[in-house]
């Protein structure tokens, strides 16, 4: 079980495979802490990731906010690299993407659907009542995040 209001992202792909039925073309899945399953699955070759998650801006608890990130290269020799990315069950979003930009399995269309934790705290199991709230607009917004997505691939825009 993940930590506090950690678990935002799997009660909202959880609530959104409960209430709309999966699209063609569409893989839900949930990942808890362990970046080598993003990693693993776009080696398969997607067009389009959406990462739904707790993240901290120092925003009002709850806050919700689509992001298109743009993910940065790194200036590292093969040794630094190594370094940086040995450890991918400790990867954080930001180094998930930046190993698949650097493989070349980013995918064109990139979107984080976050929402600004009260708590992250280890051993704390109770989700925010902000957090809590801001759970049906996450589905909502992820609805249309995943409607977007497949409008952009309908125009060729991606």
Known sequence: ???????????????????????????????????????QEMLLGYEGLILVDAFEERLPPGTLRVLEPVVEDLALNSQQQRDYFADT?????????????????????????????SSIEPCTLKLSDAVSQAIPKGIQLLRQTIGDYFHQQESGAI
């Open 89 to 117: 069950h400790y990867a954080t979003p930001t180094r998930v993407l930046q190993f698949l930009k650097n493989i070349g399995k980013l995918p064109p269309y990139l979107r984080v659907l976050a929402c600004e934790p």
């Open 1 to 39: 079980m993940l930590n506090s209001d950690d678990a935002f992202g799997p009660l909202v792909i959880q609530g959104y495979e409960q209430k709309y039925s999966q699209q063609s073309g569409l893989k839900l899945m949930e990942t808890g802490i362990g970046g080598i399953n993003i990693i």
